[in-house]
């Protein structure tokens, strides 16, 4: 598919320009990208001089054996000191960090005083149980401050954290814990989700009983739920007990650059996750650098929320280390965007004088299915800057967003980026960069990303294809835990020198950078390279459709054949109710629409052969859709790995639905 289908979509030349006001204060101006560009490693050696150094570093990047890269490497530093105490010692500790916003309502505020005194209690909590510089602790817990406290404390004694998401299973527990060899877990008994306290303990416990997890000698336990909990004598221990008696002062350690900080899975979108492992320094430079420039965060007055979770690494780049390190306010939520109701968020944005908002693309498109009457209930005036981050955000969804939430005004930063970057890589900068809906645009300063065909050249502007990194940036990941051979593998073997992304990507005519999926996910069809997210963007363009996934399904005619699943925003899915009821003929007239409508937009090429109505898709719990699973489907294949995926009974309803779809051929 051609240039053609992206000036489609952008037909409306939507562009929107930085606010004035914003651009006038902004954190950071088009200077930034001229510096970096004349020396990248002293534009990263000046913002790694944000942080606050115990022995400051004198080399930068060492890649004498690259892939493996060093960053500051002779610099020594703590983390949670440049998170928490040097704030309390520039006289903010009365700043809030934390604002909690409980899933039933209750709220807990936290200055950087506090959080310092939480911390250094955890940390002493840590050490009595005989956690040492460079063991592992597993952090499997609800979102709560103590989780954020619980990483700090980690962090700050030289422990490696692996945070474990809390809605993953006592499997996928377990063999984080086996893989990291973890000597302590720390957990809640539970965590409020829809509406009622949902457990976590009994699956510590469970996990706890396979091979392999022995390495565990306690297990600290947060109480925030007070449901009835197992108990194992000798290895259990509630936090309230052990870190309430702590002593609020804790002498943090200086820690070498390139010390592990943390190991984290990636999201499972493609396949078996991968145990991204992130070091120090270089880390923190950068997600405190991305987090200042790219959210122009002004933390004397903005109210900042990332609604991730922790258990993501967009959690914690842009919900701990990034935001703390910066001296930030910022909102923590436990539960769910509908509970009680579907303007929970904005009613939380409202309530908090919310001025900077990032979240994800499947957020925003539920939200859109829901209706813009909700938000319209909220006043949502304090927001000044929104940002996306999971998935390509197509560009009807970029519109609704900065339309519906951002009151026609601010901008909407669509940040590309990965666990293995650690860090956003590819994003508008708000006060400098013209938006375009949809696209992820340019790489940030002293970032070098580009588009290459299949033999490693640089696509010229129009054209497509693999998304790569040409040279080591601060927060990359160092390597998969203890699997060197497959960090190589994935990422250094398909081209040489560069780090291949596993995304698809296009430039445009300006040479902005456009995300087009996995390149896993990219179709052929009758010799075309179709991608998914063009032909989703496509579909969700049209007004009765909230949310699109598409796979190709392989076909004897056409190689592959499109096959779109969609969810339709709430009226068009109550008529089609109606209308599914009395006839299926009229199901068949929306599809028609549907397909005719996605060939007007991309060319008849891309007309999806069969379109299914769904109530909901396949999604990892980080909240991505999982197309690998709805290719599976559609090839009557048994599933592929299923452990990251949401729900699994989504895809027993998506299967039973499939074959009245194949009659539509
Ligand atoms: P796995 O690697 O296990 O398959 P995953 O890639 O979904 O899972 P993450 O590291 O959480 O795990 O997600 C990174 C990926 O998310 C990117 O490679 C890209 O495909 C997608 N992504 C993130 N942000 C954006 C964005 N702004 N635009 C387009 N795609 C994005
Ligand atoms: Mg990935």
Known sequence: MSNESLANLLKEERRFAPPAELAARANVT???????????????????????????????????????AKWFADGKLNVAYNCVDRHVENGLGDRVALHFEGE????????????????????????????????????????????????????????????????????????????????????????????????????????????????????????????????????????????????????PQAFDAEHPLFILYTSGTTGKPKGILHTTG??????????????????ESDVYWCTADVGWVTGHSYIVYGPLSNGATEVLYEGTPDTPHQGRWWEIVQKYGVTILYTAPTAIRACMKWGDDIPAKFDLSSLRLLGSVGEPINPEAWVWYRKHIGGDTTPVVDTWWQTETGAIMISPLPGVTDTKPGSAQVPLPGIAATVVDDDANEVPDGAGGYLVLTEPWPSMLRTIWGDDQRYLDTYWSRFKNRYFAGDGAKKDDDGDIWLLG?????????????????????????PKVAEAAVVGATDPQTTQAICAFVILRQEAAAAEAKVEAASADAEGDLVEELRAHVAKQLGPIAKPKRILPVAELPKTRSGKIMRRLLRDVAENRALGDVTTLTDSSVMELIQSRLPAASSED
């Open 30 to 68: 088009a200077e930034a990208y001229e510096q970096a560009k004349a020396d990248r490693l002293g534009f990263w050696a000046a913002q790694a001089r944000r942080l606050s150094w115990a022995s400051a570093p004198t080399e930068t990047l060492d890649w004498s054996n690259p892939p493996f």
């Open 104 to 251: 039933p309502g209750d709220t807990r505020s936290i200055t950087y005083a506090e959080l310092l005194g939480e911390v250094s209690r955890a940390a002493n909590a840590l050490t009595e149980l005989g956690v040492q510089a460079g063991d592992r602790v597993a952090i499997y817990m609800p979102m709560i401050p103590e989780t954020v406290v619980a990483m700090l404390a980690c962090a700050r004694i030289g422990a490696p954290h692996s945070v474990v998401f809390g809605g993953f299973s006592a499997d996928a527990l377990a063999t984080r814990i086996q893989d990291a060899d973890a000597r302590v877990v720390i957990t809640a008994d539970g965590g409020y989700r829809r509406g009622k306290p949902s457990a976590l303990k009994p699956a510590v416990d469970e996990a706890l009983t396979r091979p392999g997890t022995e390495s565990v000698r306690s297990v600290l336990v947060v109480r925030r739920t007070g449901q009835e909990t197992a108990w194992t004598k000798g290895r259990d221990v509630w936090w309230h007990d052990l870190v309430r008696r702590q002593s609020d002062q804790h002498t």
């Open 282 to 299: 270089g880390y923190l430079t950068q997600v405190s650098y991305t987090h200042h420039a790219v959210f122009d965060l002004k933390p």
């Open 518 to 542: 996995r390149v896993d996910d990219v179709m052929l069809v009758s010799g075309h390279n179709i991608s998914t997210t063009e032909v989703e963007s496509a579909l969700v363009s049209h």
